[in-house]
């Protein structure tokens, strides 16, 4: 007799914080990459903990420790660095922080956004390096959590306009059309894709010998708004979605997008395949079906 799965259950969960404190509270929640930790950030940041993830979070233990800016400065974006060994945080006005795991020491807190963060993207090939977007922006900051040898500051470059020192022939976009900067994907370890609002996907690549500065490589193009940017380091290509209700996939060697499908609604997230196969070179990994699927 054929066995099949039983259908999966999921079952919500209460649990109670206590921070004293006149913001109105809008949590934010992120799981630790590899421990069946949970952060969760408002006001203060607290830290759920299990030793099994298969228990209920209605039994994970609150750490009694907690740690934030102030009771009284919003959190606006938290995450994890991809080995978990730092967490950063934004706030509403514009504060940076890091803190290490598990002593939880702050690395560094920095101000330089004019307006709350709302995104913070860590550099999956080098684990010290992230950057955040400022709600409403026209530019980028990139992090060294630690500051390097011959640097005096944590803030390693700020990407903002186009810069026509560019090895490929094209069009240019006045910095007036870009609008916001909405989405950043890092695709390199000095490699970032930018999304704005405006349907504008560029790659920029950082100048790892001259902090500070940057340049265009490449541009792509939706008709509507970013919504999502996924890199896939497998096979070396780049998914984005957009309000123009259409997904496409980029390979950096054109600007042409190598897939183009539409749809009657909008996709606000794209995920690759976590689990594909390496095969032999890069463009026998292209040619495997299993590496070629993404949800939405």
Known sequence: MPLFPAPLQFMETHRAVVITTKKQQRWISRFHPTKPILACGSCQVVLFKTTNASFPFLHWREKQM????????RITA????ISGTQLAIGCEDGDVIVWNYPNVDIVFQMNRHLNGVHDIKWNPFEHDVL????????KLLIWHSYIRLHSKSNLYCTIEESNKD???????????????????????????????????????????????????????K?????????????IQYLASSSYDKTIKVWSLNTNKPIHNQRFDSYCYTLAWRPNGKIGDGIEDTRKMQENFNFAW
């Open 66 to 73: 907690k740690f934030g800016p102030s009771l009284n400065k």
């Open 166 to 220: 560019c090895n490929r022939q094209i069009k240019w976009v006045s910095s007036v059309e870009y609008k916001r900067i909405t989405l950043v994907e890092w695709i390199a370890k000095n490699v970032v894709a930018l999304g704005f609002s405006n349907g504008l996907i560029e790659i920029t690549e950082i100048d790892e010998c001259e902090s500070a500065r940057s340049r265009v490589i490449q541009q792509f």
């Open 78 to 81: 938290l995450e994890w660095n």
């Open 131 to 138: 950057a955040t977007i400022q709600s409403g922006q026209t």
């Open 222 to 234: 939706h008709n509507d708004g970013i919504t999502s940017l996924i890199w896939n380091e497998r």
